[in-house]
């Protein structure tokens, strides 16, 4: 392969990451049509058809699925080691690439990280909006935050908050001519917000416990979302039932604009992780932001 194709390869990983044109051009900073004609200069040069194109999506062949992940911790690896040598200058700088949840960048996330981007102008941060659970090392990134259940177990993890809860909430509307449900089992009669799981592709069967006794409940309404703040608002405005995280319900529930419900059957949970390769830690832009980070630690 040609020594110019190279940086088609990395213009592809970019398109198979984001599964789309748009979110890879602009990521790249180059236009739209400029990426789709160097794509298929590519797929004319190999032989080999890497990318589906439809009106609505992108996803990768056979072929370039098997190719994304050759590429993908190969080129981690790389920047990994050029990152290491700005070790050497007298700020430390660099790219950190972190997959989250809404609710993991808001909560703990960016609260603690907002002051070490002031004073470490040469270190950047991307936030990538992911409810889903991804492969970091495939996908590109030094580091995830997820919930300590859901950590992968070769990572290195540091936990970065305390322990929290779901907690079931609706607006006092919604139970204005309905029962306020006292076992998990009666939210099958009830209108429920549900959640959808990216990478599982279905919907979130809500989680209970009590008394070593553990349910999960598959509930049913109108709505549907990926994320948690649109929730919040959903069930404020009476359409059902949502399980929400219990810190950015509070104060609605304190106010009155929510109700909380099946409180005894919310118990807490491990709270939020960072993970990340090994390798990643000897960074030293990437140590400032896990130690920024680290739980009871001082940002």
Not at 31 to 50: A, D
Not at 260 to 289: K, M
Request: net charge neutral; glycine share 8%; charged share 25%.
């Amino acid at each position: 392969m040609a020594r110019e194709d190279f940086n088609k390869l990395l213009w592809f990983l970019a398109v198979a990451e984001e599964r789309s044109f748009t979110r890879a051009a602009a990521r790249l900073g180059v236009s739209q049509s400029t990426l789709s004609h160097t794509i298929k200069q590519l797929e004319t040069r190999m032989g080999i058809r890497l990318l589906t194109r439809t009106t609505r999506s992108v996803a990768t062949t056979v072929a370039g699925e098997r190719l994304r992940q050759t590429l993908a911790p190969r080129i981690s690896e790389i920047e990994g080691e050029i990152a290491a040598l700005m070790e050497f200058r007298e700020k430390p700088a660099g790219t950190v690439r972190i997959t989250l949840s809404d609710h993991a960048l808001e909560s703990v996330v960016w609260p603690r990280l907002r002051s070490v981007m002031g004073r470490y102008p040469d270190i950047q941060i991307e936030f990538s909006i992911d409810n889903g659970l991804r492969n970091i090392v495939e996908d590109g990134f030094d580091a995830g935050v997820r919930l300590g259940e859901n950590v992968e177990k070769d990572m290195v993890a540091v936990r970065i908050g305390p322990d929290w809860r779901l907690v079931a909430v609706a607006s006092p509307g919604y139970f204005a001519n309905r029962p306020v449900p006292r076992h998990p089992d009666d939210l099958i009669v009830h209108m429920c917000i549900n959640r959808r799981q990216a990478t599982q592709g279905g919907l979130y069967a809500w989680e209970f416990s009590k008394d070593g006794k553990e349910l999960r409940v598959r509930v049913q309404g109108q709505l549907t979302f990926n994320t948690s703040y649109a929730m919040v608002d959903a069930a404020m405005s009476g359409y059902g039932i949502a399980y929400l995280p219990e810190d950015i319900v509070r104060r609605h529930v304190e106010a009155g604009e929510l109700l909380l419900v099946l409180d005894d059957w919310s118990p807490p949970f491990p709270g939020y992780f960072i993970y990340y390769p090994s390798r990643r830690q000897n960074l030293p832009a990437f140590q400032i932001v896990v130690e920024a980070l680290r739980y009871g630690g001082v940002p």
